[in-house]
């Protein structure tokens, strides 16, 4: 298919049609008649076809006579004016402001109409205005209106309230509506970013996705077979050197943006789609004593599009010949053009350099192509190749210091520069799915690894960068069991870590350490909490038995629907969990009772799993007894560190010490440990605010 290359026209300021939508239910009865009259004062001047106005309750009337509807319904009127619009025999306008004049009573829902919203966007050019009686209109209905059916970015106001009191005059109601009118009024007068188009374009070569709008003066592609008229004007194609050649950076520049989500076979593709299109639009250049050195730099320009378009994937100085590319493409003297061209075979270290840098890319290209097929996030698998990538590179860093030559110190740092923001992007961009000690010793390990590179960033000293590097080599992944807990992973780049204040839904989770010492203190603080949270719907909460001996052990308890599941890991039974109830996009109040430290490190750990792999939480504890209490109370620097969050609660009941010769409890002494077992639970459900579960 042939293309022309074009120049969109200058726009000009429009006065598009309003099309008034005046809210004819009865809580409207008020102000009705002064808005009809204000509206007819204000745009009386417009023709009949300048203009649209309508009466609505559940559907579109004339404005006259007032309906006086009990209720009324906006998605419905809606999606008839969007038909009405649809409808080209009927509306043959393209730019159109929608005035809604409402209090904002009626109901309305804008994905009902979305696709009604979406035809609009993309046939008109729509701006949308609303007159607010009173102060109680929904402002998401604007909002969703505006963000739904604008294709243009308009910088004005989109409501105008008019006050609504009692007290009010009619003589007052007339002057705000009048007020009201005559700003809107000015709005009408629109100058639009972009031409709305009834044909498709390009706005460059590399540009997948055609589109049928243009900003003013931008140059763009249309098919050669047809006449391109824009605001009544029949354009010409641009045969003007510096135009083209305008166009031909911008085509080459958005191949570079896309540059590091390409394979290498797709970045000689594009090249060489872009250089057959250009080729073309070169062909009918107007050529003068003028612009000869913009001549000459198309021509320049062709020649390096051909060069790479010919040039084999499996070329491993293409990379660094495409990254020269870039840097010189908007050079405006054609010897730094040519100098590509007639660049000299590099030397023995360059080329390793430029074939390190080529696999540091591929490496990390399929890397990122593995893991994207584990729906984003990082497998074992993952970890596996990127270990196997790792100590790939670093051992090729190595070999490069058998043949050192100084003056490539520079180069080296590049490299170095560029293989640590692949690996940054690799653990930054995606998201953790943590379950086992192994995975989380290899992001331990990983930790320490970032921490040496990136002080390579700016190592400049020779002999300290090799000795650095050798290190480098001797480490390995070993798989150490005794793993602390609270170690910090500073080093490793953040990834997606959800906002825990965004997270509008709650979820509580009461995790009981089943330990026989406990029974006393467990069975009474359940059957407070049973009470005290019984407001609080089954569906969002859970309580869940918690046994160490011989081995961990996670059961359900008081939900019929889980309670015979029980798993060995707290995270897996979370996992479980989040297919039915979707627990990674609620906030988990956690409550905790146990009285052993070495059991809530093992559990500690889960929970950092459980948090890595996007899980939220806010932790309250329920210690039992002062040594546990001292515990959590020395480590909560780093059990907030660790967690990234300052959310903990503690909550101490005192252990009794257990004697041959104790009397049992009596009445009073038992109603007294209820009641300060039933204090600590209040405590708790008004500090998670439960009563808004």
Avoid at 416 to 425: G, H, L, N, V
Avoid at 474 to 486: G, R, S, T, W
């Amino acid at each position: 298919m042939e293309y022309q290359l074009y120049q969109a026209p200058q726009t000009q300021e429009i006065l598009s049609v309003p099309i008034t939508l005046i809210d004819g239910t009865s809580s409207m009865n008020r102000e009705y008649k002064y808005i009809i009259q204000t509206y007819e004062q204000e745009f009386g001047d417009l023709q009949e076809n300048q203009r649209r106005q309508f009466q609505w309750s559940y559907d579109l009337h004339d404005i006259y006579p007032y309906l006086n509807e009990t209720r009324g319904n906006l998605t419905t009127v809606m999606a008839q004016l969007f038909k009405f619009m649809l409808s080209t025999t009927q509306f043959p306008f393209q730019y159109v402001t929608i005035i809604l004049v409402s209090d904002g009573r009626e109901q309305f829902d804008i994905n009902a109409i979305m696709e009604l919203c979406q035809l609009i966007k993309s046939r008109y050019s729509v701006q949308f205005l609303c007159i607010s009686i009173g102060n109680q209109f929904p402002k998401n209905i604007i909002q969703s209106l505006k963000q739904n059916i604008e294709n243009q970015d308009y910088t004005y106001n989109p409501l105008y309230q008019i006050t609504r009191s009692d007290h009010q005059s009619y003589l007052q109601i007339q002057q705000e509506l009048k007020l009201a009118f005559q700003y809107i009024r000015k709005l009408l007068a629109i100058t639009p970013q972009y031409h709305q188009l009834c044909f498709d374009i390009y706005t460059s070569i590399s540009t997948k996705q055609s589109q049928k709008y243009v900003a003013s003066n931008e140059l763009f592609l249309a098919q050669a077979d047809q006449k391109i008229i824009i605001q009544n004007q029949q354009l010409v194609k641009c045969d003007d050197p510096n135009l083209i050649l305008q166009f031909f950076r911008k085509s080459i520049e958005n191949t570079f943006q896309r540059y590091e989500l390409l394979q290498i076979n797709e970045i000689i593709d594009e090249f060489k789609s872009t250089f057959t299109l250009l080729h073309k639009l070169n062909i009918g250049i107007t050529q003068s004593e003028e612009n000869s050195q913009q001549l000459e730099l198309i021509q320049l320009i062709l020649k390096v599009l051909e060069k790479i378009a010919t040039s084999s994937p499996q070329d491993e100085a293409l990379y660094q010949y495409i990254q020269q590319f870039k840097i010189r493409i908007n050079s405006e003297n054609p010897e730094n053009i040519q100098e590509l061209l007639e660049q000299p075979k590099s030397d023995n270290l360059e080329d390793q350099i430029n074939k390190l840098q080529l696999q540091i890319q591929r490496s990390f290209e399929n890397l990122f192509n593995l893991n994207s097929q584990n729906k984003q996030k990082i497998s074992f698998d993952c970890f596996e190749e990127f270990r196997k990538i790792f100590t790939n590179c670093i051992k090729k860093f190595c070999e490069l210091f058998e043949n050192f030559q100084e003056q490539k110190m520079t180069e080296i740092q590049v490299l170095m520069t560029s293989f640590i923001t692949y690996t940054e992007a690799f653990f930054s961009s995606e998201i953790f799915n943590i379950s086992t000690i192994e995975q989380f010793q290899f992001l331990i390990n990983v930790n320490e690894q970032f921490q040496i590179l990136n002080s390579l960033k700016t190592e400049i000293n020779i002999i300290k960068f090799k000795n650095i590097m050798e290190n480098f080599k001797k480490m390995d992944f070993e798989i150490n069991h005794q793993i602390d807990p609270y170690i910090q992973l500073n080093q490793l780049p953040q990834n997606n870590k959800k906002n825990d204040e965004i997270l509008s839904e709650k979820f509580l989770i009461f995790l009981i350490d089943k330990n026989e010492t406990l029974k006393t203190y467990s069975d009474s603080l359940l059957k407070c909490y049973l009470e005290i949270f019984s407001k609080v719907p089954p569906k969002k909460r859970l309580e869940i038995n918690w046994h160490n001996n011989p081995t961990n052990n996670f059961k359900i308890i008081s939900n019929q629907e889980f309670e015979k599941l029980q798993y060995e890991s707290f995270k897996e039974l979370l996992d479980f969990l989040q297919d039915k109830l979707k627990l990674k996009n609620k906030l988990i109040h956690l409550i905790i009772l146990t009285d052993s430290e070495q059991y809530y490190e093992k559990l500690h750990l889960q929970i950092r799993f459980a948090q890595m792999s996007q899980y939220s939480f806010k932790i309250i504890y329920i210690s039992i007894g002062i040594k546990i209490q001292t515990y959590l109370e020395n480590y909560m620097f780093k059990i907030r560190q660790s967690l990234k969050n300052n959310y903990q609660l503690i909550k101490n009941i005192p252990k009794q010490l257990i004697t041959q010769d104790q009397k049992p409890i009596g009445e009073e002494q038992s109603k007294q440990i209820r009641k300060n077992h039933i204090r600590i639970i209040q405590e708790i459900a008004t500090h998670i605010d439960a009563a808004n579960f």
